[in-house]
């Protein structure tokens, strides 16, 4: 078949007129699909995979033999992945459309389903353009680029509700944290003092470019841009000038808690119990070590102030001690979540595990059944059954812990460097903070830091209305900046841009 580029897109829709979704985004957005649910319990669901650089290329993998489904469609902005991948469905005699033009893969009626396995700034608008044209959704983590954008996909699932929208929040179908929060709320080891989560995951430098890069022939930029503002890649890491090293640039990514601890964010906030954003959020940090491009911070501290307990994330990209590849562990966790309670703690690793302590250290008890796999089959069942109640990774929940993330780095972004001293002195009163601050001190000094010259970033606190989902109170100059950051909202831009879904109506 034909692939078609973004040329050759814009070419039809001025000719063709009608059929396309490119500027009649928010128009649609107000109308039910007429099609019919898809997929039966007699028949195939037929599932097109988008972006198969890495995280697609396990999805397809997923559907070579997934009993009910079948792979039926690609989707890349970079044609020589998408042949690479072509090819790799081809040696398990798997025959796919392959598109570079994710609109145009819309059009095909024989899609049931898409994966959205993107970069994180195309994930809300290509979830809500997939409702729009009747399409079931698997949308990877994190949910969106914003806050806002986040909430117009959740609004669309919200119109659209006769279609399945599942998010990549994998730790939701694990049986042992579902245990694990059972016991606590059980209260064996008294109330929750706080939850932290952990991503001390060792992040080598990205490399340092005297300027504009050139994007590779194959790629077209202009469409893996899409809502993101359209600027030359600044990076020319091991992986090229354009692919995975968005990630720690604030255009597309969000760093590493936007990256790994969407994960370890929403299984703390589970165990909590909080089913909105929080009240108040302060970050610090900085991005410490040898000089690169990336702008996002490689140590980051966030705090968010829920009422009942504290939710405090960490962020450390470089190892232990400098020389060495081994990370630090908090309590025998380096990706995971740790929940302090008055009588004990629970470790929840990243293979979503989860082990009771005691005070002590003690071990009392452990789940282990490891059930993160029954993810994407959940997916599957959800789409079979047409029974929303099904679905494990919910896009609201993905929304929420998304949204943490963004909080945090939107203090960072709003902070100013500062001498490590006066930061000290400026958190002594809360003992938490301050612990975890104190830590962060000893692995950068641990890491060749001369903490007493480097300064790091210290955000703003910032009052944040999870109603409304806009910040308030506090100085007003503040909080104006603060709602005009990227990460709270980004519309997107010319015919990439992400159309308002009005809540207050539903398709039937």
Same mark, same amino acid.
């Given at each position: 078949?034909?692939?078609?580029?973004?040329?050759?897109?814009?070419?039809?829709?001025?000719?063709?007129?009608?059929?396309?979704?490119?500027?009649?985004?928010?128009?649609?957005?107000?109308?039910?699909?007429?099609?019919?649910?898809?997929?039966?319990?007699?028949?195939?669901?037929?599932?097109?995979?988008?972006?198969?650089?890495?995280?697609?290329?396990?999805?397809?993998?997923?559907?070579?033999?997934?009993?009910?489904?079948?792979?039926?469609?690609?989707?890349?902005?970079?044609?020589?992945?998408?042949?690479?991948?072509?090819?790799?469905?081809?040696?398990?005699?798997?025959?796919?459309?392959?598109?570079?033009?994710?609109?145009?893969?819309?059009?095909?009626?024989?899609?049931?389903?898409?994966?959205?396995?993107?970069?994180?700034?195309?994930?809300?608008?290509?979830?809500?353009?997939?409702?729009?044209?009747?399409?079931?959704?698997?949308?990877?983590?994190?949910?969106?680029?914003?806050?806002?954008?986040?909430?117009?996909?959740?609004?669309?699932?919200?119109?659209?509700?006769?279609?399945?929208?599942?998010?990549?929040?994998?730790?939701?179908?694990?049986?042992?944290?579902?245990?694990?929060?059972?016991?606590?709320?059980?209260?064996?080891?008294?109330?929750?003092?706080?939850?932290?989560?952990?991503?001390?995951?060792?992040?080598?430098?990205?490399?340092?470019?005297?300027?504009?890069?050139?994007?590779?022939?194959?790629?077209?930029?202009?469409?893996?841009?899409?809502?993101?503002?359209?600027?030359?890649?600044?990076?020319?890491?091991?992986?090229?000038?354009?692919?995975?090293?968005?990630?720690?640039?604030?255009?597309?990514?969000?760093?590493?808690?936007?990256?790994?601890?969407?994960?370890?964010?929403?299984?703390?906030?589970?165990?909590?119990?909080?089913?909105?954003?929080?009240? /108040?959020?302060?970050?610090?940090? *900085?991005?410490?070590?040898?000089?690169?491009?990336? #702008?996002? =911070? &490689?140590? $980051? !501290?966030?705090?968010?102030?829920?009422?009942?307990?504290?939710?405090?994330?960490?962020?450390?990209?470089?190892?232990?001690?400098?020389?060495?590849?081994?990370?630090?562990?908090?309590?025998?966790?380096?990706?995971?979540?740790?929940?302090?309670?008055?009588?004990?703690?629970?470790?929840?690793?990243?293979?979503?595990?989860?082990?009771?302590?005691?005070?002590?250290?003690?071990?009392?008890?452990?789940?282990?059944?490891?059930?993160?796999?029954?993810?994407?089959?959940?997916?599957?069942?959800?789409?079979?059954?047409?029974?929303?109640?099904?679905?494990?990774?919910?896009?609201?929940?993905?929304?929420?812990? /998304?949204?943490?993330?963004?909080? *945090?780095?939107?203090?960072?972004?709003?902070?100013? #460097?500062? =001498? &490590?001293? $006066? !930061?000290?002195?400026?958190?002594?009163?809360?003992?938490?903070?301050?612990?975890?601050?104190?830590?962060?001190?000893?692995?950068?000094?641990?890491?060749?830091?001369d903490v007493s010259t480097v300064p790091m970033v210290l955000g703003p606190l910032l009052t944040f209305d999870a109603k409304t989902e806009r910040f308030v109170g506090g100085n007003a100059q503040l909080t104006a900046r603060a709602n005009t950051s990227l990460l709270l909202k980004r519309e997107g831009r010319g015919e990439y841009k992400v159309p308002t879904i009005k809540a207050a109506v539903h398709a039937t």
């Amino acid at each position: 078949m034909k692939t078609w580029s973004r040329k050759d897109f814009i070419r039809a829709s001025m000719i063709g007129g009608g059929a396309l979704l490119t500027s009649r985004s928010a128009l649609l957005a107000q109308k039910a699909p007429a099609a019919a649910a898809p997929g039966s319990a007699n028949s195939d669901i037929r599932v097109a995979v988008v972006g198969v650089r890495s995280q697609g290329a396990g999805h397809m993998k997923t559907y070579y033999n997934m009993p009910g489904t079948r792979l039926v469609a690609i989707c890349d902005a970079d044609r020589d992945v998408l042949g690479a991948r072509a090819a790799d469905a081809a040696k398990e005699n798997i025959r796919v459309e392959t598109y570079v033009e994710y609109r145009k893969l819309l059009e095909n009626k024989d899609i049931d389903a898409v994966v959205i396995a993107t970069p994180n700034h195309w994930h809300s608008l290509m979830t809500i353009w997939a409702l729009q044209a009747g399409k079931d959704v698997y949308v990877e983590k994190p949910l969106s680029h914003n806050i806002w954008e986040g909430r117009q996909a959740v609004e669309a699932a919200r119109l659209y509700r006769n279609r399945i929208v599942q998010a990549g929040t994998q730790n939701r179908s694990s049986v042992d944290i579902m245990k694990a929060i059972e016991y606590v709320r059980s209260g064996q080891l008294g109330k929750i003092q706080h939850a932290r989560g952990l991503c001390y995951k060792k992040r080598d430098s990205i490399g340092k470019t005297s300027g504009a890069q050139i994007v590779s022939p194959s790629i077209d930029y202009d469409l893996w841009t899409g809502p993101a503002d359209l600027v030359p890649p600044h990076r020319n890491g091991s992986r090229g000038t354009v692919h995975y090293d968005w990630h720690w640039f604030w255009n597309y990514g969000g760093g590493d808690i936007s990256n790994q601890g969407i994960h370890q964010v929403d299984v703390a906030r589970w165990f909590l119990g909080e089913e909105n954003m929080p009240p /108040t959020v302060m970050s610090m940090g *900085g991005r410490f070590g040898p000089a690169d491009d990336a #702008e996002t =911070p &490689n140590t $980051e !501290i966030c705090v968010y102030g829920y009422e009942k307990a504290p939710l405090i994330f960490e962020v450390r990209g470089l190892p232990m001690k400098a020389g060495m590849s081994a990370m630090d562990a908090y309590k025998g966790a380096r990706v995971g979540v740790i929940v302090q309670c008055e009588g004990g703690y629970v470790q929840v690793g990243e293979n979503g595990t989860a082990t009771i302590y005691d005070m002590a250290g003690k071990k009392l008890q452990a789940f282990a059944e490891s059930t993160l796999g029954t993810h994407r089959p959940n997916f599957v069942e959800a789409m079979k059954s047409r029974r929303q109640e099904v679905i494990r990774g919910k896009i609201e929940n993905s929304h929420i812990s /998304t949204g943490l993330c963004h909080l *945090g780095n939107i203090s960072y972004l709003m902070g100013k #460097e500062q =001498p &490590n001293s $006066e !930061i000290a002195e400026a958190i002594k009163s809360d003992p938490l903070t301050r612990e975890t601050y104190e830590r962060t001190i000893d692995h950068l000094k641990a890491n060749a830091v001369d903490v007493s010259t480097v300064p790091m970033v210290l955000g703003p606190l910032l009052t944040f209305d999870a109603k409304t989902e806009r910040f308030v109170g506090g100085n007003a100059q503040l909080t104006a900046r603060a709602n005009t950051s990227l990460l709270l909202k980004r519309e997107g831009r010319g015919e990439y841009k992400v159309p308002t879904i009005k809540a207050a109506v539903h398709a039937t």
